[in-house]
């Protein structure tokens, strides 16, 4: 079974029901987080592709309008 210590996970012949709902806490928050990070990934995906077939079409004022965006997607996932 797993068990878990702090919040590390190793390897152990039983669980109590405290670590039971632990890991199951753990991996319910996981989880929810990658679906989040899904979902902001597909929006920056979608304003990345904006960006950049306005930027091959030479559309400008698409450009200046949906760079910010990108920019501001981009920052809240990488932080640059």
Partial sequence: AVGLVGSEMCIRDSM????????????YTTENALEKLAEELDALKASLETV???SERMEGETVLN??????????????R
């Fill in 16 to 27: 109590s029901p405290a670590e039971h709902a632990e890991l199951h806490r753990l991996t």
């Fill in 52 to 54: 950049h077939l306005a």
């Fill in 66 to 79: 949906q760079t910010p965006k990108y920019l501001d997607q981009s920052r809240k996932l990488f932080g």
